[in-house]
């Protein structure tokens, strides 16, 4: 196992593929989102309390939610990297979509909570009997909003560079933070201007907004937990790259699947009946090769060969 690894790792590096250290970047990236969003929901929850506003303290459980979102990603990350084994010869890298689903499940409940506590707040009383938010509580969500936004390109940008589901999902995750932290900040300046019942309506448009969020992140991670094809142009792609290759006449059967962060691809070609079995096969090696090479997220092709009897030519007249 550990001779095949090495093999692998060497021809990615031969075909100009550097490895990338996808357990040492999430929890790089995850530690840099817990201890920020840490200093944030304190932050908040503060702001939210002493300003009177129900939109900034629902806004802090969102960025406290966060942190528990982090730490399932760490574990994601680390549990999918392992080695394949006995009982999991083809990896590991599906509890990435676990995490993910995990972390959908994490938001949708934070969602519907902040949405429940807000139409009580509205179904309790008059406007008159709702509190009117202090500037402190505009000022956080102002630093949320720029915080967040930061948060998430900075995580995005890495889950994009080591292709994972969980840290992507945990991107979009600081993204909703920062859109509930706009309709907080909505929320807080309409009910300083004379509308009170403005704040806890902000609350419900950031339940909209995390529901939609958690649904997407669900869809995503189960579309690769189902051998989910790859989309049509990296089909097309991988169809003219076998062709290219000398020796292959057409394609006969071309099946792709999606397994976490990795793509497994069935292949069937069409090859001259008349090559000896060792120059079909050297066909076969430089398509798999080649495949490797060009989709670096291809981690396992099966090739098979179909002879094809081509029309004898005529012979020449003497």
């Keep these: 196992m550990m001779k095949k690894r090495r093999h692998d790792l060497e021809h990615k590096i031969s075909a100009g593929v550097r490895p990338v250290s996808t357990e040492a970047t999430a929890y790089r990236v995850s530690m840099v989102s817990i201890i920020g969003n840490i200093v944030l929901s304190a932050f908040k929850l503060f702001a939210g309390l002493a300003a009177h506003s129900g939109a900034m303290v629902s806004d802090a459980v969102h960025s406290a939610s966060d942190v528990f979102s982090s730490i399932i990603v760490i574990i994601g990350v680390k549990l999918s990297a392992r080695d394949s084994d006995r009982d999991h010869p083809y990896g590991h890298e599906r509890m990435e979509c676990v995490a993910a689903v995990v972390l959908s499940g994490v938001l949708l409940v934070t969602g519907l909570l902040i949405g429940v506590q807000a139409v009580q707040d509205i179904l309790s009383g008059e406007d ?12 956080a969500a102002v630093v949320s909003i720029a915080a967040k936004e930061a948060m998430f390109h900075y995580t995005k940008w890495n889950a994009k560079k080591i292709d994972s589901s969980a840290l992507l999902a945990d991107a979009w995750h600081h993204r909703s933070d920062a859109l509930s932290s706009i309709g907080a900040l909505i929320g807080i300046l309409g009910a300083r201007m004379g509308y009170p019942v403005l704040d806890p309506i ?53 099946r792709t699947r999606v397994f976490g962060n990795k793509i497994y ?40 060969v179909n002879p094809v009897m081509l029309p004898e030519r005529p012979r020449e007249a003497d």
């Design 128 to 139: 008159g009997a709702l509190d009117v938010p202090g500037i402190l509580a505009g000022v």
């Design 202 to 254: 902000a609350s419900i448009l950031i339940c909209v907004c995390i529901v939609k969020a958690a649904v997407d992140i669900f869809r995503d991670a189960v579309d690769k937990m189902v051998d989910h094809a790859c989309d049509p142009p990296t089909e097309q792609a991988m169809c003219d790259c076998v062709m290219q290759e000398e020796g292959v006449l057409h394609i006969d059967v071309l």
């Design 265 to 304: 691809v069935d292949l069937e070609i069409g090859v001259e009946g008349q090559k000896t079995l060792e120059e079909a096969h050297e066909v076969a090696r430089r398509v798999h090769n080649s495949i490797e090479c060009q989709f670096p997220k291809v981690k396992h092709i099966m090739v098979h």
